[in-house]
């Protein structure tokens, strides 16, 4: 790959020095370029041949197993159990479920055939293997797994009923774009029954603050957690709350939701409980999910113009271990040192946190190597050659402290009892760094002080750079009202995001038609 | 439910005691049935609606994720990199394989289509939204697998390449069973590409060993490796090996297999590299794979007439506390007294293992929730009521330990503190008893003496009650000797299951032939 050596800049002006950086497409000149640099050059996923799938790779899929074991075990902490539902929705379950719900996307994937067979030396779809009714790949599972709750559910004693599945869900997207928008990818839908509203509505926002607080200590993403406004909520729902977050080009990414359903699904699945008096009632439910597309949020919010940046605590390897082997005499002494700074470093004792080390001893050049693990995203690479091995010392780079303000790689260089000693506190100040930084940069792009639709053109117009999002007073048209604000933001590619938790009633009228507000609103634009 | 004390017999006779069990079928009158009633009884999975699929419930998903957690954790110790693959596989794919591996399995799910769209009210597949090419529900993943190892891989220093994924599979089955045969399953297939046959070969055995020691010291499940005959190969394979239990029936249970796949697929997808002078070779691959089917060995191993019965490595819950709450002054401490030794079970500290435990308030009659955690078969079930509370005791239900001689619960009074330091070991207890309980009944019911067809035809007869697998010298006939062979044995529903490993070469001759035999086989009726 490319020298990474400072390039030449006149010797006067150091600080005047001009990174080389790993990715030869940056953040400015192109986002969307340099989006997909990240995801092919850090080893994130690939293309795979099939229409809108993509191929999800070690580093990528060691980063969804951080996710869903961290995630799952704030799930079940709130009282959830994992079940599994079928991949297949027989088509007559949506019949039932469209009555009810206007504007289900219906972009889906549909099982006709249960058999191929052979002819003229080749494989075709057998016409006699036709199913007497189509069964439709999960978009989502509320029908499935509502009718699984009507048959589980009799009396009050069964509710709250709380369970949550990982599973692959399949929607027919037309343009995809890898982790943001794939026809299959993985998530968890949690979907819960209660006796009434306000049992169904602590749960919605339970698990809206379970995604918040797990969006910002794990992930290290700064999130706005919020209401919907009605025109963006999930079909059929009676509210739908979301966390959004602010990628690097000022953009909002709907990183997770959580709908109260009122009494809609059960109704159409006939989830009914006999309440403590002996009289049939109907549940309310829920659902909630967050998927892989988590992790195009990671990229965009924590990757830079040498690749990705992975947050400490979903990192497959927190610290990678490169011995400067050469193929001969000393090799072994270095791979026993190394070995033993390994087996300290993942030791588990009352002082130390166990720490994720892989101990890389791939053929290839140590420069190279080094690069390939910038590009990743690793938080700490420590690089140890025969003269640290003899001063008992390693070779540091942190991910996130990556230049000198020479331009060059800013290697430090630590004794061996120092850096154990500090290793897992360097990766939680790593793991804080990145939240502190992304949200510094976030609340530096949101602008308080537009009050007008001009105003709000304006900022949004095409040439201005890098438009973050604007927070604005509102006055929650509904209907009609509603509907023409959404057309004539959707002019400037414009959303409402969602309405902020736990902000006051504001002061300035509403930005849309100047009456009097009663909420304030994120507008962006958004993945 | 069912009174579980004493039924009335001769107050002389206490050893001829009856006891009326959880299940009100027995192992011995219906295996079949008794195996549903496990399934359904212990809360493992359900009949989802959706042909073939199964609903897999808390405690049954709970047992999958163990086994998930436990055996990728060995799967990762050996060296192997998780990744995720597509749902789909373009039709085009099959085809090609096809040319080379003749008998491919063709009951497949096809997506044909892309949309739904209402009409009448109701909706309909979108006739206008037709696949250009129709899509394949995976049945497995070599072919899509080995298309990107194709891309991944093009020097001898790309290699091994060692990954695996955990997914979901379809297969249109015909006749389902629960667990062990379902149209959709959950499984994990490895995929491995290597320089040469040794490599490719010691691959193949060394997962073989991990699937028979994950069975044995996890599930504990005996089971014998071997090699499958040439004509139970995986189609396409050069060899194939399996692991085989034997379920309380006699029948036997393919558990697990591992594949040596030669150049086949390589050559089917394109999988090269180039060696260390420069010459392009194919490369040597390996498929390997366990399923959800696991769980029905489980069940088939250890369940027994009161329900499942849970080695407690894999048990989601492996003690269940039950307070003895009655709605009044007193429940409070006891809860307080129940959270203690919660507390004390589950804490890690040098001298104990912490230990899964659930502390089950939920509303029911004590009696009612004892007997519905024995046919889930945690491994211990702890109840404490106030008395026991003011004597500093638990009263302890040993799962493998159900009943006394005289018919009644066997429940023993130990002391908090006793308990609290043995609650792991008898635990480990338990596995390893579970362990050779099952061990015994297979060995015991494997017979050695048979050697020729008309014994074996004798020993498999209708009406033998239970018969259980012949372990015979055989002389290793291949081709149409070895069809006439399979015939022979499918008039008798018996299958080879394998040749175990390290056996030495028999003195008998073939049980087929009559001509010096080569290696052993264990002959069995099979699921």
Not at 76 to 84: S, V
Not at 138 to 163: C, F, N, Y
Not at 480 to 494: F, I
Request: some cysteine; charged content about 30%.
């Amino acid at each position: 790959m490319a020298d990474k050596s400072q390039k030449s800049g006149s010797q006067n002006q150091p600080q005047q020095a001009t990174i080389r950086h790993a990715l030869d497409v940056s953040r400015k000149d192109d986002f969307a370029a340099w989006y997909q640099a990240v995801v092919s050059q850090a080893d994130m996923a690939e293309e795979s041949g099939v229409r809108g799938c993509m191929v999800i790779k070690p580093w990528g899929w060691g980063i969804w197993e951080r996710i869903q074991r961290l995630l799952d075990d704030r799930i079940k902490e709130t009282g959830h159990d994992n079940c599994y539902f079928p991949l297949f929705i027989p088509l007559s379950y949506f019949a039932k479920e469209a009555e009810h719900v206007e504007g289900f996307a219906k972009e889906m994937a549909v099982v006709t055939h249960h058999r191929l067979k052979a002819e003229d030396g080749s494989l075709v779809v057998d016409p006699d293997a036709k199913l007497e009714e189509p069964l439709v790949v999960r978009p989502t599972s509320e029908t499935v797994i509502g009718h699984a709750m009507g048959r589980w559910i009799q009396s009050w004693r069964d509710l709250p009923l709380k369970i949550n599945q990982w599973a692959n869900v399949v929607r027919w997207e037309m343009r995809t774009r890898m982790f943001l928008r794939t026809s299959e990818f993985l998530w968890q839908e949690g979907h819960t029954a209660h006796t009434d509203k306000a049992g169904a509505m602590d749960e919605t926002l339970l698990m809206l603050e379970v995604y918040r607080a797990f969006a910002e200590d794990v992930l290290a993403m700064p999130v706005v957690a919020g209401e919907k406004p009605e025109n963006e909520r999930f079909p059929g729902a009676d509210a739908t709350y979301s966390i959004e977050a602010m990628m690097q080009d000022g953009k909002a990414l709907q990183a997770g939701t959580s709908h109260y359903l009122g009494t809609t699904f059960a109704d159409a699945a006939n989830i009914k409980y006999q309440d403590d008096q002996g009289a049939e009632q109907l549940c309310h439910t829920t659902s909630w999910g967050v998927s892989t597309r988590l992790i195009g949020g990671v990229i965009m919010t924590h990757g830079d113009d040498d690749g990705l940046r992975v947050p400490p605590r979903i990192a497959p390897h927190q610290i990678v271990l490169l011995p400067m082997l050469r193929g001969k005499d000393g090799d072994s002494e270095l791979l026993a040192y190394c070995e033993d700074l390994k087996k300290h470093l993942t030791a588990q004792d009352a002082f130390r946190e166990p720490v994720r080390v892989l101990l890389d001893t791939k053929p290839g050049k140590a420069a190279q190597k080094r690069w390939n693990w910038v590009r990743k995203g690793a938080p700490l690479i420590v690089e140890v050659g025969p003269r640290d091995m003899a001063g008992e010392k390693v070779a540091l780079l942190r991910r996130d402290q990556l230049w000198t303000d020479e331009g060059k790689a800013n290697m430090s260089f630590e004794g061996r009892e120092d850096f154990l000693f500090n290793a897992a506190g360097m990766l939680e100040e790593i793991q804080l760094g990145l939240f502190e930084e992304a949200k510094q940069r976030r609340d530096d792009a949101i602008r308080h002080d537009i009050t007008t639709m001009e105003g709000l053109a304006e900022y949004f117009a095409e040439g201005t750079e890098k438009p973050g999002w604007v927070k604005a007073a509102w006055s929650r048209p509904t209907g009609e009202a509603l509907d023409k604000v959404v057309e004539q933001l959707k002019a400037l590619k414009l959303t409402i995001r969602n309405t902020p938790q736990g902000d006051a009633k504001p002061e300035d009228p509403c930005i849309f038609t100047g009456e009097p507000a009663v909420e304030t609103i994120f507008i962006a634009r958004a993945y």
